[in-house]
């Protein structure tokens, strides 16, 4: 498993995403994607669980990094 950084279709633009490879297995996760959507799952709205599934998982590898567990 690697973490990389990638870019995705967005409405304005291309967005820079943290992504999860298995090299195993040949698939890669969005993290904010799979994180909003346990979130909605879980009962939050589509507006509320993509904010915090973008703070959780920034486009910035770095900042994901330096903000902790």
Do not use: C, N
């Amino acid at each position: 498993m690697k973490f990389a950084r990638t870019r995705v279709a967005g409405p304005d633009g291309d967005v820079a995403r943290l992504v999860v490879v298995d090299t195993d297995g040949d698939r890669t996760i969005d993290l904010a994607t799979a994180e909003r959507l346990r979130l909605q799952g879980r009962g939050a709205s589509e507006r509320r669980a993509r904010e915090v599934a973008l703070t959780t998982f920034p486009g910035s590898l770095a900042v994901a990094l330096s903000s902790g567990d």
